[in-house]
């Protein structure tokens, strides 16, 4: 049975998480100097210390999903850092290996950062040492035991406010431009979509959300009328390439499905395409069904327009 929780001692503990991360410098895109992230030296972390690791195994340790996985390890083969290689027990299974240039490449990376923790604990006599390494056991112990926490999820969700459609506008453009090609067109496309939200949207019956992590901007979803009765419009699901692997995408679109329920819609509408690749296995998996085909040529490219439905 849980116990209760006063705010003062809520806020002490968030007060704590932002003093540490910011302390021991985590917030920063790249970490130890280098080209990697926080998740892709995690990963390369696993293979160097634990050895040989099957990617589902690795995905429940880190708490990544298997697509974000999946892009790390694609960018570190092409690096020449991973080799998947058959397990020594079982010849079907493939287990991700890190390469003597991958062992090359991590190797400074993880001397720098026992040379920065050091000097930290450097700071302290050995006496502060002690206090500092004690209290750190004591806060890993208590967390551990039988999963008594379970911390919130690394993003906030609001509803929409001044800026915030320019930014969906703009990142959809500047998104979709980069990783499929796409033109101009397809970030006006957004921005009349945008605008007539912002001048017709019923707040009873339509939403859009942003989502925040760390303070700033990190993805969208909005719900819209499709002018059937009973059925609503999935809309302008972003998110961005740093909240990639926390669950967000998937977050974002069980709170549209939530909000649709309780406004009285029967079924969720939206429309993609044959190159929203990552897209179209999150509705797959929240199961929509597509319905409906045509081949167009549109922002510049020839693709198939998709329209999926799901029932509440």
Known sequence: MPFPVSRDKIALVRSFNRFFTRHIGVLGENLLQTAFTLTELRVLYELAHHGDQQPAALCRQLGLDRGYLSRIVGKFETAGLVAKVASATDGRAKLLHLTEQGRRIYEPMDQRSCEEVAEMLARFDDADQLRLLDAMNTIQALLDKKGAVKFAQPFLLRTHGPGDMAWITRRHGEFYG????WDSSFETLVGQICLQF?????PSMERCWIAEMGGERAGSIALTRSGEEGVAKLRLLLVEEKARGSGLGSHLVDTC??????????????WTTDQQQEARQLYRNKGYVCVAEESVHAFGKDMVNETWELDL
């Not at 980069?178 to 090609?181: A, I, L, P, V």
Request: hydrophobic share 30%.
């Open 178 to 181: 980069r990783e499929q090609g």
């Open 257 to 270: 499905h939530a909000f649709a329920r309780a406004a009285g819609y029967r079924k969720m509408r939206l």
């Open 198 to 202: 912002e001048r017709d949207h019923d």
